[in-house]
């Protein structure tokens, strides 16, 4: 199976598709065991091409025996985006895809998205707040948060986790952010979604896993007790007294699970807000 959009089509090889795709050079953004991200240009537009070589079954069976589910073709990432895109969750746009093969350790497959422009990492946005202080770089911080929730609060609520939700894989619009006004556009998105799991509802494992990793991520980004709260707030679209009132238990776990994280990566204690910490220790 493959599928190229008009412009893939009229400037690929005909013969010999799927291999070129596989085998295709450019510039390597992530090579890991039976995967890789090449960024590359074809008929003058730039394109993200995510590669999954056949694993065998041994990587099949370690992560069965390790209770992970194999990560094994880019289905998964091109099912993700085409259900965000649904859903009206911004993220990239995919335009080829493909997968040949024995399921589950035979497998080669892709997944084509298109090149994105001037954009910048939440991550790397965090790190100096585009030169922004005082109540200009707090509204920032403030409008960031809402949209992130939001898109939390959409991915949850339509059965899928990402597994990988961390600020890095969070992008928005670069700019001079000396010019940004409250109300201006950020063109948030979400990417990176090859590990995402589509279910009818998300389990509350890995709704715990996916809000601690995110808050793990921001912990360095000057957050506050009342940013925390506004978090939750707009996750939940309930005023955050009764959320935490009635889901204690699930954000406890939130907080233990970001500041293990955090001592793992930084090995440090996390320097959590005094209402988290308190969640953190009951």
Not at 249 to 267: C, S
Request: charged share 30%.
């Amino acid at each position: 199976m493959i599928e190229l959009d008009p412009h893939l089509q009229r400037h690929l090889p005909k013969e010999n598709t799927f291999d070129w795709l596989l085998n295709c050079q450019g510039k390597l953004h992530r090579s890991v065991k039976h995967r890789r991200t090449v960024e590359l240009e074809i008929g003058q537009r730039r394109y993200f091409i995510k590669v999954h070589r056949s694993c065998g079954w041994w990587e099949v069976l370690k992560d069965w025996f390790q209770g992970r589910a194999p990560i094994t073709s880019a289905r998964s990432e091109w099912e993700a985006l085409e259900r965000l895109h649904a859903l009206g969750i911004p993220t990239v746009q995919e335009v080829g895809k493909g997968e040949r093969g024995r399921p589950p350790a035979r497998l080669e497959s892709f997944v084509i998205t298109e090149a994105l422009e001037g954009m910048i990492t939440l991550e790397a946005l965090t790190v100096g707040w585009g030169g922004l202080r005082g109540s200009r770089q707090k509204l920032l911080k403030r409008a960031l948060l809402r949209g992130i929730a939001d898109i939390a609060r959409r991915l949850h609520s339509a059965g899928i986790n990402h597994r990988d939700f961390y600020l890095c894989h969070f992008l928005v619009k670069d700019r001079c952010w000396c010019d940004w006004r409250p109300g201006d556009p950020l063109g948030l998105l979400l990417i990176d979604l090859h590990r995402a799991q589509q279910r009818e509802r998300v389990p509350t494992r890995w709704r715990v896993k996916d809000l601690g990793g995110l808050l793990f991520s921001a912990l360095d980004c000057g957050l506050t007790q009342r940013d925390l709260l506004r978090f939750v707030q707009r996750y939940r679209q309930k005023p955050w007294r009764e959320v935490l009132a009635r889901e204690a238990h699930l954000w406890r776990r939130v907080a233990n699970n970001a500041a293990r994280l955090y001592r793992g990566f930084h090995g440090r204690p996390p320097p959590l807000p005094l209402r988290l910490n308190r969640l953190a220790r009951h």
